[in-house]
């Protein structure tokens, strides 16, 4: 079955880095553009990157470009967001999710996600 375990998470504070990684199995993961997703406490979720097949394109929320990288290892199956200049207002619990939405659609869809993993950034 489809699973996707998300690490990395933690206390930071501001202006700090953190780097999120999600291993994926139960599916052919080149075969699929991957997205990562965040929720602030009493929020809705907020779609945060998308990256495609072969990780030579990648989108990102205007909250975070700039300060954000996505990028995936194919040979590991493996996602990763690394996340520099982290601000309050990042603070979410962050999950990876399988992006079943075309290339260029505003609007993400995912059909698998994982449990996520939280980022609190505070001094």
């Known amino acids: 079955q489809v699973q996707l375990v998300e690490s990395g998470g933690g206390l930071v504070q501001p202006g700090g880095s953190l780097r999120l990684s999600c291993a994926a199995s139960?599916?052919?993961?080149?075969?699929?553009?991957m997205s990562w997703v965040r929720q602030a406490p009493g929020k809705g979720p907020e779609w945060v990157s998308v990256i495609n097949l072969g990780g030579d394109s990648t989108r990102y929320a205007d909250s975070v470009k700039g300060r954000f990288s996505i990028s995936r290892d194919d040979a590991k199956n493996t996602l990763y967001l690394q996340m520099n200049s982290l601000k309050p207002e990042d603070t979410a619990l962050y999950y990876c999710?399988?992006?079943?939405?075309?290339?260029?659609?505003?609007?993400?869809?995912?059909?698998?996600r994982g449990q996520g993993t939280q980022v609190t950034v505070s001094s």
């Open positions: 139960g599916f052919t993961f080149r075969n699929y553009y």
């Open positions: 999710a399988r992006d079943v939405a075309p290339w260029y659609s505003v609007d993400r869809r995912y059909d698998y």
